[in-house]
């Protein structure tokens, strides 16, 4: 017995050295162990593609899991974020029941992201297009965040034959809402805190766009601190390029005659700082096959910040469309 406690001793002493290590020597790898571990957690796994739209061509990197057999479902992350934001809901049970696409858009994550290309909403439609015909998908379920949001509404919109359901979570686009905490600041001249030029602003960043932030590693944290510090320039030129399009998503659904029918579950949390909430009514009502789930305490990421709860009023929608 003796033995077996020195044993699991010395063991102990070994993996706290060995992570201490990593952590100073390779966070970055112990960083994607991590993920790793989520990905395996939600039983995705790592994937690439090349696609050719707008007359370039592109290599993006994507999370795939769940049956294949089962039916699919693309989902798209917001500004400045990842395929990974999909990590948690995936685990609490979308993996279990459809056949998952987690996807780095065009100028994020993983995926090519040429400073001279364009990213409008438009333009990622148009590369969605392509995304889903590579993947093989003709009849799928849509799912987006924030500018995801937007993007799958528009794509809807674009191609309501192919979108058989539609999933919008905090979605962008919609400016006849009330003004958020977000829009005062930039309307008082102050960047848009969705981006951070250093770890001290990330640390703001997720305290703004989370309510209730999940646990995220010493190690992990660094590292995707690192990663939007890098990518910090084009995140903001996305953003204005965004900001400055032509149409929102709300003016593109009031013009629809007849209205666009695609059954569509809307979840937003009530704390949200970066679009104000009150536009979940607005698209309701520009949607008449909608369902609003307004999320008490959850902040602009309700998959990362309640992802059971997210996950639980996802699979009752999908339950009422089959019956």
Do not use: C
Not at 153 to 170: G, I, K, R
């Amino acid at each position: 017995m003796v033995l077996i406690l020195k044993l699991l001793v010395a063991l102990l002493a070994v993996t706290v050295l060995v992570y201490a290590a990593l952590y100073l020597l390779a966070p970055a790898r112990l960083a994607d162990t991590a993920m790793s571990l989520e990905r395996m957690r939600a039983r995705l796994e790592r994937s690439e593609m090349n696609i050719e739209a707008d007359g370039r061509h592109w290599h993006l990197v994507y999370l795939e899991g769940g049956p294949r057999e089962a039916p699919p479902l693309l989902l798209l992350h917001g500004i400045g974020a990842d395929k990974d934001n999909w990590t948690r809901v995936a685990a609490s049970g979308l993996t279990a029941r459809y056949r998952v696409y987690a996807v780095d858009l065009p100028g994020f994550g993983e995926s090519d992201k040429p400073s001279d290309a364009r990213y409008r909403i438009g333009d990622q439609v148009v590369r969605v297009e392509a995304i889903a015909k590579q993947l093989g998908l003709t009849r799928f379920h849509l799912a987006g965040n924030s500018m995801g949001g937007w993007i799958a509404a528009a794509y809807a919109v674009a191609h309501p034959e192919q979108v058989q359901s539609l999933w919008l979570l905090a979605p962008a686009g919609v400016m006849s809402a009330e003004p958020s905490e977000m829009a005062k600041l930039i309307a008082a001249g102050m960047p848009p805190p969705l981006f951070a030029r250093s770890k001290q602003d990330f640390g703001r960043l997720l305290q703004f766009v989370m309510q209730k932030p999940p646990f995220i590693p010493a190690p992990v944290r660094a590292v995707l601190a690192q990663r939007q510090i890098a990518n910090f320039r084009l995140n903001e030129q996305i953003f204005e390029e965004i900001r400055e399009q032509s149409g929102a998503l709300d003016s593109q659904l009031a013009a629809l005659q007849p209205p666009l029918a695609t059954p569509t579950l809307i979840t937003w949390g009530n704390r949200d700082r970066v679009l104000h909430p009150s536009g979940a009514a607005i698209l309701k009502s520009l949607l008449p096959n909608a369902t609003v789930v307004m999320l008490d305490g959850i902040g602009h990421l309700p998959m990362l910040e309640a992802p059971d709860r997210v996950t639980a009023d996802y699979l009752a929608f999908r339950s009422r469309l089959t019956r």
